[in-house]
């Protein structure tokens, strides 16, 4: 009676969880019902109904250790189930009459459901680990991990950790981060960028940190010998010893506290369990540091090779090598195995002015230890070139102001522009003839009018000394040299050039005109002095072309100039000029004197229509496709218009493989067959565009198409078969070969597809890129054919096991393999043979009865014949 009310307080409470009671009841059978773990009992599962009549009873057996069942079929649990313990429960129930069994027994489970009971563990409570400055960021420093004993197929098990604390926090914002599902702890940029290792002391390549013989040296050199004190007595040595060996081990002296959590349900639920964990992190000293920039003196007199700086490696068996980056033949730097740079000889900075070393740290099989290192290397300039002159030659007009600048000194110096060793100070020591009418800027070098009234008849030219001296005043390592400077008179430019005409008239051109074609010769003359630059015509087109299609030639010897076509002429862009074309001096008018109508003239060019071909948007076209590019893809869209816009199709030309096609109206150029870089690496076709109802007006552009390979093929066997003598059992070589070209090809990767307990007795070694060979370890007691599983990828890890025949056998002393006269596969057995012979001497014995039947037949008749020619005779 009490179980009846207990199960009738669990129907009620399921009915309030919207568990109807229909759904609790059924007929007696094989079912399968969901209980979750840890339900508190009593609780109802299900009432079974049998189909026999009269039953009074039910028997439950099997996993039943909690379980039971009423006399009226209600299943229900006594105690609470465990899903750790045991995930299903297996019973059997059948239905009695007065404890004698009439229905049944039917097969039922109990699956237990996990609930989230169970809170994640980590694996330690404390983790520690070490992270280098100026590591990158996302490089794992040290892993956490943790395990829930829950159903791991459910969320309860599904773990995400987090970093809930950093200690310390200085800048405020996070140096570490982790990876909520991995665990793996890593560096933010932030992180990256400003971690630092405490100060201590800095070691070098192979001094192990810690060491008391490293110490010593380092206390030696440092602070030298302190009344002779042991070391175990100082007390300033044993506090570094301390401090660098408690450094080694960062759970004990750890530069930060981080607090991780883990929680169940995939982290973020309210519901969620957590546990956490502490990690240690140490921040080490980071020994590879750049030295640079590193400035050495030009010609520097030292004894060679010269240490000029040092590298340290952070792996201590690491060998160092040393490379200019710009690959230039002269290199004089060398780095010995402890990491000192040295330069080889004086350097010269007109030479070059700087050098890159790349300085790679590297192990014993080349593997890089550290990313390579770049020091820039500058060569300091010294005081060792004297300036330079170069020509200077100059004018000067009859009515040159005083202050005009006549020209500057053409003085060079190849030291560093940079520094005071090319400083330039300019000193006029002389001009001929007197008196002076010259005079220098000691800064610019600027050649100057001292005073006025030039004549040109009187004197046509002037010779100046100038005295160049660089370096800053007063430097005892100054360099001179001495100029000499010509000056010339000139006429003044008092007349203008005057044209032949004021107007040339109009011009007619095709629009097709060639580039460079002369449309009209025009001339302007001056009364100047002939030769100088005030009697000099220029021509300039100063409007009515405003794209600059044309412009003026000058023929220095004539003075004439021819206006030529300097771009395309377009109908359809201008169809006429009206060009402006003015006629000047280099040199300045005088005072008074300007430039008016007579110096300026006109052309006008009409523009005549032509039909015009295409005219494609772009000169080079250029194309990379992938191979794999699906059948029907676009490659390119060719872009044209006709000039006079008239309708323009495209057809293509070229395509010896037949693998595009071009869509005539829209010009898209698409791939009509499969690519196969493998058969071609580029494709050179012809696009055509032409007008639709003059095909004749044309236009061409040629078409790169640069197929790149995709890893379409797999290394394939050269050969697949071989055999291999018992008694030498010399290797067999494989050879493979890849369609693919790099990365996608070799070198090859081989290894055995036998099954560990099979591949015992064979052996593969690889040879290079593209063979290994097949070794076998025991040979078999018999001759054997066996078919080996060979797996071959390429570089890109792509490729697939192939089978291999290897027949073991015993050998000629040629090295084929020997066949016993009984084995061969052509000798029949006994009774076959047997067989045979019967059926031709059977054969054989017939045709001898069939001719001996003929003959005895034929004699007959010859005897016959005979007796009637006697009888017909003797009638």
Request: charged content about 25%.
């Amino acid at each position: 009676m009490m179980v009846e009310h207990l199960l009738l307080l669990t129907l009620l409470i399921s009915g309030a969880h919207g568990i109807a009671l229909e759904d609790m009841k059924g007929p007696l059978d094989h079912k399968v019902l969901d209980i979750p773990e840890a339900t508190p009992v009593p609780y109802a599962i299900f009432q079974f109904t049998s189909a026999k009549a009269d039953v009074n009873g039910y028997r439950l057996s099997g996993d039943s250790q909690g379980v039971a069942i009423s006399d009226d079929g209600w299943l229900y649990l006594t105690k609470p189930l465990d899903w750790e313990q045991q995930t299903i429960h297996h019973l059997e129930i059948e239905a009695l009459i007065d404890d004698e069994p009439v229905d049944g027994p039917y097969s039922v489970a109990l699956n237990v459901l996990d609930v989230n009971d169970h809170a994640p563990v980590f694996s330690q409570d404390v983790y520690s680990g070490e992270v280098m400055e100026h590591s990158l960021p996302g490089v794992q420093i040290v892993k956490v991990s943790a395990f829930d004993d829950d159903n791991p197929e459910t969320p309860h098990a599904e773990l995400n950790f987090s970093i809930i604390s950093q200690i310390p926090n200085t800048l405020g914002v996070p140096l570490f981060q982790i990876n909520g599902q991995t665990g793996e702890i890593s560096t933010t940029p932030a992180g990256a960028l400003n971690l630092r290792a405490r100060g201590g002391l800095i070691y070098g390549a192979r001094e192990a940190r810690g060491s008391s013989d490293v110490l010593r040296k380092k206390f030696e050199d440092f602070c030298g010998p302190v009344h002779n004190v042991p070391y175990d007595q100082n007390p300033f040595f044993t506090c570094v010893e301390r401090a660098e060996t408690l450094r080694l081990d960062a759970l004990l002296d750890p530069d930060y506290y981080l607090i991780v959590r883990v929680e169940d349900l995939g982290g973020g639920a309210e519901n969620a369990l957590s546990s956490t964990a502490w990690v240690n992190i140490a921040v080490r000293q980071n020994l590879w540091v750049n030295p640079g920039p590193i400035v050495i003196k030009e010609n520097f007199k030292a004894q060679y090779p010269m240490l000029i700086g040092t590298v340290t490696s952070n792996d201590q068996s690491a060998m160092y090598r040393l490379t200019q980056k710009e690959r230039e033949i002269k290199f004089p730097f060398l780095i010995n195995p402890a990491g000192e740079i040295y330069v080889t000889e004086e350097l010269d900075r007109e030479e070059k002015a700087t050098y890159v070393l790349v300085v790679f740290a590297e192990d014993e099989q080349g593997v890089l230890l550290e990313s390579p290192m770049e020091i820039l290397i500058t060569v300091q300039d010294e005081n060792d070139n004297a300036p330079k002159c170069g020509i200077n030659v100059f004018e000067v007009q009859e009515n040159e102001l005083v202050g005009s600048a006549v020209g500057k000194l053409n003085v060079h110096d190849a030291d560093d522009e940079e520094t005071t060793n090319a400083l330039l100070t300019y000193t006029l020591l002389s001009q001929d003839p007197p008196p002076n009418k010259f005079r220098v800027d000691t800064v610019t070098g600027n050649i100057l009018v001292a005073t006025a009234g030039f004549s040109l008849t009187h004197t046509p030219q002037y010779t100046l000394r100038v005295l160049v001296k660089d370096g800053a005043p007063g430097s005892p390592a100054a360099n001179s040299a001495e100029c000499q400077v010509t000056v010339r008179v000139i006429d003044i430019n008092n007349e203008i050039p005057i044209f032949e005409h004021d107007d040339y008239g109009t011009i007619t051109l095709s629009e097709d005109e060639p580039l460079g074609t002369a449309v009209v010769t025009i001339k302007a003359t001056d009364a100047d002095d002939p030769g100088t630059g005030s009697s000099k015509v220029e021509y300039h087109v100063v409007a009515g072309d405003p794209g600059g299609v044309f412009a003026v030639e000058v023929d220095e010897v004539t003075g004439e100039g021819r206006l030529v076509i300097t771009q395309p002429l377009d109908f359809e862009t201008t169809a006429s000029y009206r060009l402006q074309i003015d006629a000047r001096n280099p040199e300045p008018l005088v005072s008074g004197v300007e430039y008016d109508e007579r110096a300026t003239t006109f052309v006008t060019v009409e523009i005549l229509d032509v039909d015009e071909p295409p005219v494609f948007d772009m000169d080079v076209l250029e194309v990379t496709v992938p191979e794999n590019l699906t059948v029907g893809a676009t490659v390119l869209k060719m872009v044209a218009k006709d000039p006079e816009g008239r309708e323009i199709l495209f057809k293509l030309e070229g395509d010896e493989r037949g693998w595009l096609q071009m869509d005539s109206s829209s010009g898209e150029l698409k791939t009509k067959q499969k690519l196969d870089f493998e058969e071609a690496r580029q494709l050179s076709v012809r696009v055509v565009a032409y007008e639709k109802n003059a095909p004749e007006k044309q236009a061409e552009r040629d078409v790169s198409i640069q197929i790149v390979d995709v890893n379409d093929n797999i290394p394939q066997l050269v050969r697949s078969q071989a055999f291999i003598c018992t008694k030498e059992r010399k290797p067999v070589v494989l050879s493979a070969r890849d369609a693919d070209s790099a990365p996608y090809g070799e070198p090859f990767t081989f290894a055995l597809g036998l099954k560990k307990e099979r591949s015992n007795n064979w052996e593969l070694k690889a040879v290079d890129g593209t063979s290994a060979t097949l070794h076998l370890k025991k040979a078999p007691p018999s001759d054997q054919t066996l078919k080996i599983p060979i797996s071959i990828k390429d570089n890109a890890g792509m490729g697939v096991t192939h089978l291999f025949e290897v027949r073991v056998c015993n050998c000629t002393e040629l090295g084929y393999c020997y066949t016993e006269p009984g084995t061969h596969r052509w000798k029949y057995s006994l009774s076959t043979t047997i067989g045979i012979l019967g059926g031709t001497f059977a054969f054989i014995i017939l045709v001898l009865i069939i001719t001996i039947h003929r003959i005895n037949k034929s004699n007959k008749k010859k005897k016959a014949a005979g007796l009637d020619g006697e009888t017909n005779v003797m009638l």
